[in-house]
């Protein structure tokens, strides 16, 4: 009966950490001012002051980026460099 339920356990842990793969977050960045979008859960320490989401898919993100009142308006550049990055 141990095994089964540690059998269980471990396959509820890597079915758990595989439905994080294709999320973003949005996390401020305190040394460089900004936000940024990535794609591991944050870790919320030192120079990364929050973090939000996950979202489903990049253009999500950055939808919620545009509303958070912390995050510094991207400008032209910025938004051309992130679209031909992404």
Known sequence: MKRLIFACS???ASGTMSL???LFWVVGNRATGKCNIVTSNPVI???IWFGDGPYKSKADARLA???IRACPALTPDEE???DDAG
């Open 10 to 12: 471990l396959l509820l």
């Open 20 to 22: 994080a793969d294709g």
């Open 45 to 47: 320490d030192g120079d």
């Open 65 to 67: 980026r545009s509303t």
């Open 80 to 82: 051309k460099a992130e």
